[in-house]
């Protein structure tokens, strides 16, 4: 049996930016109907299984940029089974996965052993990022154009910003030729070298190692200023402070090629959080000030930032188990964007559509995806759930292998009920 019908669900669909009462269709792996209400007459004939969803929310499965899989090199920290199970837990059907690995996903044949190895062991979509220069070491480009054969979906050195300018501004003009799309990470090295806070009067209290917002914006600037040069398309994977914002919107304006994302720590938590030096809660790069969280919220809400991603980064209890300033930074993030995010749509600063807009069909787009819509043809990649449930999260159920969550102890509203790949569940909730 092929066909499923889901009904009595939320509809909420990003492209339209409508939550609307409706049923779907899927067959053969993607949505090929979708009414309003719960009328099935025009479903056709034949046999189908028929999901009430019980008034609950469906949604395009979440597009997740920027995850962080340990395989290989550090498989003991997450591995691509473990970080799969734990992406159908949290709605995410998509995930597009970083190069910073050991040894740094580099080349065409270890690009090759990722795809294969995330293909055999997750339930969800991988697709695999490369780096932009070999070793993430700045100095020589990867040949992108092989690993774009071999199935990259883009490239980026994480957080070793490339500081040879030259060297840069080469690799974005190759990409261009190319068609590859560029992640960077918008933070002058120089400036954010050992700092484990942002800079003011927090910073200072708990004598912590501080950067300024001003590091973020001095690297977009620079990075804006060769995409005007290059012409490449350019995603900056987290925008945090309001000073990068001016910025932004001017090359937009501009029109460049470009487009922004944040992290949902980013979004939901600030400094102050950090207090007890709690390196849970140690992010990189570090949490903002409460006003930078607003307005970066109310960038969400604009389109000024497009994407909204976990940034999942597993670390071990060694590597946590530390004081802060020696700490690893990075949290796991795969299983709370959901509920985490749902709290913006709590508190009135997104509706869900916006929200989906950030999370599932921007990504999706900038991705060059066909899933992250709702739509008859779109692949039947979604996620069921209750946007009201709440629970208390404990970090020892989640299904990554590390557990450094700052969301531990947390009271929280909203659960995935059932994940959907390709229109097979790969997540029920018990």
Known sequence: MTRTLITNAILIDPEAGTETPGSLLIEEGRITAILPGDD??????????????????????????????????????ESYRSAGLAAAA????????????????????????????????????????????????????TEIGFLMDAGAVAFT?????????????????????????????????????????????????????????????????RDIALLEMTGARYHADQITTARALPALQRAKRNGLDITAGTSIHHLTLNELDVAGYRTFFKVKPPLRSEEDRQAIVAAVRDGLIDTISSMHTPQDEESKRLPFEE???????????????????????????????????????????????????????????DAHKPFVLDRATLRSKSKNTPFDGARMQ?????????????????
């Open 90 to 141: 949290g709605g995410v059907t998509t995930i597009a996965t970083r190069p910073d690995t050991l040894p740094a996903i580099d080349s065409p044949e270890v690009l090759e052993f990722a795809r294969r190895r995330a293909n055999e062991a997750a339930p969800v979509n991988v697709l695999p990022m490369a780096a932009l220069t070999k070793g993430r070491e700045g100095r020589e480009m």
């Open 327 to 385: 700490a690893a930074s990075g949290a796991v993030a795969l299983e709370t964007l959901l509920p985490a995010a749902l709290r913006l749509y709590h508190a009135g600063d997104l509706d869900l559509p916006v929200l989906f807009r950030a999370l599932s069909l921007n990504p999706a787009k900038r991705l060059g995806l066909e899933s992250g819509r709702l739509a008859v043809g779109a692949p039947a990649d979604l996620v069921l759930f």
């Open 414 to 430: 909203g659960r995935v009920l059932a994940t959907y790949v390709a229109g097979t569940i790969v997540y029920e909730a018990e």
């Open 40 to 77: 099935r007459a025009d479903f056709g004939d034949g046999p189908a299984r028929v999901i009430d969803a019980g008034g609950k929310h469906l949604a395009p499965g979440i597009v997740d940029i920027g995850v962080k899989v340990c395989e290989p090199g550090e498989r003991h920290k």
């Open 157 to 221: 050195d994480c957080d070793h910003v490339v500081q040879n300018t030259k060297v840069f501004a080469r690799a974005l003009t190759y990409a261009r030729a190319c068609g590859a799309l560029v992640i960077a990470h918008p933070q002058e090295p120089g400036l954010s070298a050992g700092a484990a806070a942002t800079s003011g009067k927090f910073a200072s209290l708990y004598g912590l190692p501080a950067v300024s917002p001003m590091a973020e914006r001095m690297s977009l600037d």
